[in-house]
């Protein structure tokens, strides 16, 4: 659909369903000429090349092995600075010495990464980032996208244990955030019925690392 796509045609479907939100949208650069919005040819010709991490979607084993190499890209470690941190955070409460896995490649960037204000290590991002990456894989394995043997899930297979071990592990000492410039306070266990680490531990935990194996 997207690499026939006709604007025009498009325009005139939501004409008829009388989505009138969507036909102003999608019809603003031609009423508005001054508008930076994009025209109904860029819009096309952007739709007809469209690459999510430099690839069609007709290739989902390599979307879904570019986002493990985003989301779990850094090297296992307590925190910034060889775990000593920064103005006492962007480190973990206790458990530095017996971390499991340090050095091995698969935890999760949050951890050890940088924004406008130089470094960042934060347990609230790094899971942010681990539930909508433990949902696309679910969502994928369960409609039969990827399966055992693929080159995305053996890749999955070598990281994930690896980072959201060390996610768990950190969350259940507490691990206090660093990012923006400042401290973020402590993210631990205590979060549990507000972050729903009950389903989303388990759904890692009892069902998704199980048939990695």
């Keep these: ?4 796509y006709s604007h025009a045609s498009f325009v005139n479907e939501l004409t008829a369903a009388n989505l009138t ?11 508005n000429a001054g508008s930076p919005a994009p025209s109904g040819a860029q819009i096309e010709a952007a739709v007809k090349n469209y690459r999510y991490m430099s690839k069609p979607l007709s290739d989902i084993d390599g979307i879904y092995q570019a986002q493990i190499l985003s989301t779990y890209s850094t090297n ?13 955070a962007g480190k973990i409460v206790s458990g530095a010495d017996t971390l499991p896995n340090k050095g091995v490649l698969g935890m999760l960037k949050e951890f050890d990464t940088t924004d406008a204000n ?28 990827i ?3 693929s080159s995305a899930l053996t890749l999955a297979a070598s990281r994930l ?28 266990s205590a979060k549990s019925t507000s972050w729903g680490f009950a ?4 759904l890692w935990e009892s069902a998704v690392a199980p048939y990695l194996k």
């Design 118 to 145: 130089g470094k960042r290590s934060s347990a609230s991002y790094s899971y942010d980032g681990y539930r909508p990456h433990l949902t696309n894989l679910v969502a994928l394995i369960a409609s039969g996208q």
């Design 76 to 88: 296992v470690n307590a925190g910034i600075n060889g775990g000593a941190g920064l103005s006492g």
């Design 199 to 202: 389903y989303s531990r388990a």
């Design 1 to 4: 659909w997207l690499s026939t």
């Design 161 to 188: 244990p690896v980072g959201n071990g060390d996610l768990w592990y950190k969350i259940d000492r507490g691990y206090i955030g660093y990012a923006k410039g400042k401290s973020q306070g402590l993210f631990d």
């Design 21 to 31: 939100n969507e036909v102003t949208v999608f019809t603003w650069k031609a009423k």
């Design 147 to 149: 399966k055992k043997g």
